[in-house]
């Protein structure tokens, strides 16, 4: 009988122990999933901050509404405003990852420099997309830096293309001019155009602007005197449309202008009324709401009252760039928390679910986005993607942006060639010992 006591005092302590623990996992479970926004809600990118911000935010609203989150977790999004400054984007990233962030989203590229760099002692990995440190696309030699879903040199590649395919298939005498905001960010692209230009016949011809670049009379003047077939513009902000508004006065055709992802503002696009007509940019997705995703954030989040900012962003560029941000992240989350359940979600285990990420086309179909973006994957070695971009269009009379052409690929082979070499000066400047992964 003793003994049968003691057998009944373990099976009793034993099942106390197991209900104990297994209410500990489910509080764990219900633990929310932080993703940190380095914002530059305020200063001169205002606009595309607060547009992303806002079609970040309403997606994860939306999953967090209709599936009670990302398997079972809610996704919360905690935002520090940098000012659009170096500074503000050190300052945040310390007091996001305190805050207990997984990941973190940079808003400048400068400001996405010094993160890098401090990301290997902070350990909370930093997504710059669309923007930022280029070889961070490198997994290798930059373990915490995502790049996701395309970064300078995948859209410089991407725009030769298009503009090869619109002259029959080659730019083989044509000239090509490059304007550009003089910063680090405007000087990316430069060494790939060069190659480019060298590889495939066409003059680059370089037009650098120091910012703000709030008179461009001169500059435009000489294009005018003497045109290029082309213009590739590379600005942000102010500089966009004072560039687009100065080519419209001297008479270059906007037609013959294309422009990065970052002159596509809607607000200055129609503050230009005709003199913008016909402008064209590269983008990450399709534009307009013709989307099954729409329909749910209508009826769960706008018609719920539960929208993010005055809602008269809904369906731009910069808002829609935000949706596909939450959808790549959110699946990341999921593959992170389905490799291991019941576990804390850490950094590493974003870092984990991020280099896991496999959306294809019919996954994508899936989660109601159709063919609104394009696939995407990444490994331990590629934090970069496909870099698959779209041209769009702007119709002054419709006062939006257009589709223009499919999805462009990047030139695979030479961006990554360019993206591994300037990985590798990068790490042997700040003594970096690249990883190894597997093939």
């Known amino acids: 009988m003793p003994d049968m006591l003691k057998d009944l005092r373990r099976c009793t302590m034993l099942g106390l122990l197991m209900a104990l623990a297994a209410g500990a996992a489910h509080a764990q479970d219900d633990t929310a999933v932080t993703i940190g926004y380095m914002a530059s809600n305020e200063g001169p990118v205002a606009p595309l901050s607060i547009g992303f911000h806002d079609g970040l935010a309403d997606y994860l609203t939306l999953v967090n509404t209709r599936d009670g989150g990302v398997e079972g977790r809610p996704v919360e999004l905690a935002v520090c405003e940098t000012g659009f400054t170096l500074e503000g984007h050190l300052r945040c990233y310390q007091e996001l990852a305190a805050q207990g962030a997984v990941v973190v989203l940079a808003s400048m590229t400068e400001g996405a420099y010094a993160v890098n760099r401090a990301a290997p002692q902070v350990g909370v990995p930093v997504l710059n997309g669309g923007l930022g440190q280029t070889a961070g696309a490198d997994g290798e030699v930059f373990p915490l830096t995502f790049t996701f879903p395309a970064n300078y040199l995948q859209a410089a590649s991407a725009i030769v293309r298009f503009l090869e395919e619109e002259r029959g298939g080659s730019l083989r005498g044509a000239r090509i001019g490059f304007v550009y905001h003089d910063s680090g960010f405007g000087q990316e692209p430069i060494g790939l155009l060069r190659q480019l230009?060298?590889?495939?016949?066409?003059?680059?011809?370089?037009?650098?602007?120091?910012?703000?670049?709030?008179d461009q009379t001169a500059l435009w003047a000489g294009i005018a005197a003497?045109?290029?077939?082309?213009?590739?513009?590379?600005?942000?902000?102010l500089m966009t449309p004072t560039a687009i508004g100065t080519a419209a006065a001297v008479g270059y055709p906007r037609e013959q202008m294309l422009g990065i992802w970052w002159t596509t503002f809607e607000g200055a696009m129609r503050a230009l009324g005709p003199a913008a007509d016909g402008m064209r940019a590269i983008n990450f997705m399709s534009v307009g709401f013709d989307v099954p995703v729409y329909n749910q954030l209508n009826e769960i989040v706008y018609f719920g009252g539960l929208g993010n900012g005055t809602m008269n962003n809904v369906g731009q560029v910069d808002y829609n760039r935000g949706l596909m941000t939450g959808t790549y992240l959110t699946e990341a989350v999921r593959r992170a928390l389905r490799d291991a359940p019941g576990q804390a979600m850490t950094p590493a285990r974003m870092v984990a679910g991020l280099e896991a990420l496999d959306l294809t086309r019919a996954d994508l179909e899936a989660l109601g986005l159709g063919e609104y973006m394009a696939p995407i994957q990444l490994s331990c070695a590629n934090h970069g993607g496909y870099g698959q971009l779209k041209v769009i269009q702007w119709s002054a009379e419709a006062r939006a942006w257009r589709n223009l052409s499919d999805f462009i690929a990047a030139d695979a082979e030479i961006v990554d060639s360019?993206?591994?070499?300037?990985?590798?000066?990068?790490?042997?400047?700040?003594?970096?010992?690249?990883?190894?992964?597997?093939?």
């Not at 003497?226 to 902000?237: A, E, K, R, S």
Request: with cysteine; charged share 25%; glycine share 8%.
């Open 418 to 439: 360019m993206v591994s070499a300037e990985a590798r000066r990068f790490a042997q400047e700040v003594g970096i010992t690249p990883r190894d992964c597997p093939s």
């Open 197 to 214: 230009a060298a590889d495939e016949g066409f003059a680059l011809e370089l037009h650098p602007i120091a910012p703000p670049g709030e």
């Open 226 to 237: 003497d045109p290029p077939d082309q213009v590739v513009l590379w600005t942000v902000g």
